[in-house]
């Protein structure tokens, strides 16, 4: 994943940012996305007093409403820019100044969506 300095000044590329970027991705979508598809139906399900082929058709909506749902809202958890501390990445990361002289203490990636 491409870095950048809080300035915009791109740094390079870092694999163990992309890596977090991933371990969050996969965090959220794993987690956040098929909760509510796996706990609302079956509630929404014993509460209406359907039956046979309606059954099915209630059971379909209410599974589709839940995934139009819970997909924007497990994209949204975590924003595409991702701020990273620079101790946590590769060596040529770690002692960088700033345009005024400063040391660059964090970095942002975007992780994409």
């Known amino acids: 994943v491409c870095i950048f300095s809080p300035e915009g000044k791109e740094l390079g590329m870092s694999l163990k940012a992309g890596q977090q970027a991933v371990m969050k991705t996969i965090a959220t979508r794993s987690i ?7 706990i609302v139906p079956p509630v929404v399900m014993s509460l209406l007093p359907l039956t046979g082929g309606a059954a099915m058709l209630g059971e379909m909506i209410v599974i589709l409403g839940c995934i139009s749902v819970a997909l924007p809202a497990a994209l949204a958890i975590l924003p595409q820019e991702m701020e990273l ?6 060596p040529e990361f770690q002692n960088l100044k700033d345009i005024s002289g400063k040391p660059i203490t964090s970095v942002m990636a975007n992780k994409g969506l």
Not at 32 to 38: G, H, S
Not at 85 to 90: H, I, K, P, R
Request: glycine share 8%; with cysteine.
């Open 85 to 90: 501390a620079v101790d946590g990445l590769e």
């Open 32 to 38: 956040c996305l098929p909760i509510p598809v796996l």
